[in-house]
């Protein structure tokens, strides 16, 4: 019997009221739980950091440090270095917020929801997230141009595409937002449809098929926003180093 006349339910939570705001109590919790677990993760690699042999941990966080590194020092320069942090800290978190959708924490499989669902499927986290990052770039944009510098690249190359390059601005982080978002809530979404219109005997098949693919999408989602939050960090760099470049040696 296939179960075509359930309704496919898409963006319920459970819900608390906080301050007049309204809260996704699973998200809030898978959201914590992440931060716990790149906290702890980060606390044990430092415990363990070691100039000799180094620990699986150790590797892992190298190779991603190493990675980030050489972005920046292609996007930026040498002072794209101060921004690998930042890229480090939003690849793993966002690594592990798109990978907590992975455990299976649904009471009844196939037919109730995931007590911890991936933060990120859910718009709010992804877009605080954009946020942040395209406002620390505005402030390095700021302090790399100047006042005038600042204001006056908006009109490059031409003052009448200064329409276009504001639109350009305001559309960065709805990029950001709505591409690990959308990837994100698609594998909820087509979880859903699974246990939808696929017989229950078939819908633990499924989803066991389906979630090695979550991976694979968590990873390169969790890159690509680290990679714009670089590539953007060297746009806002990129009218410093312009000059540095031009002004004679003496």
Known sequence: MLYAAKAIHVGDHPTISLFGLTVNLDILMSTLLAAAIFLFLGWRVTRSATSGVPTKLQV?????????SELADSAVGPKG?????????LFIF??????????PSA???????????????DINLPLAMA?????????????ARGFRGYFKHY??????????????????PITMTF????????????????????P???????????????????????????????????????????????EPSH
Not at 96 to 102: A, D, E, K, R, V
Not at 110 to 117: A, D, N, Q, T
């Open 60 to 68: 892992a966080y190298e190779a991603i440090i190493g990675m980030v």
């Open 155 to 172: 009109a490059q190359p031409f003052a009448a595409l200064a329409p276009i390059n504001i639109v350009e601005e305001i559309t960065k």
């Open 131 to 143: 946020a942040i990052v395209i406002i620390w770039v505005h402030i390095e944009s700021f302090r």
């Open 179 to 198: 591409r690990l978002f959308g990837n994100m809530f698609s594998g909820g979404l087509m979880l859903a449809v699974m246990t939808t219109l696929l």
């Open 81 to 89: 270095r101060k921004f690998v942090p930042i890229g480090v800290t």
């Open 94 to 103: 966002i690594l592990i917020c798109n990978w907590i959708g992975f455990l």
């Open 107 to 121: 009471m009844q499989p196939g037919v109730s929801g995931e007590i911890l669902p991936s933060p990120t499927s």
């Open 200 to 246: 229950i005997f078939v819908v633990p098949f499924g989803e066991i098929i389906w979630k090695p693919f979550d991976l694979g999408i968590g990873a390169i989602q969790a890159y690509i926003f680290m990679l714009l939050t670089i590539l953007y960090f060297g746009m806002a760099m990129s009218h410093e180093e312009h000059h540095e470049e031009l």
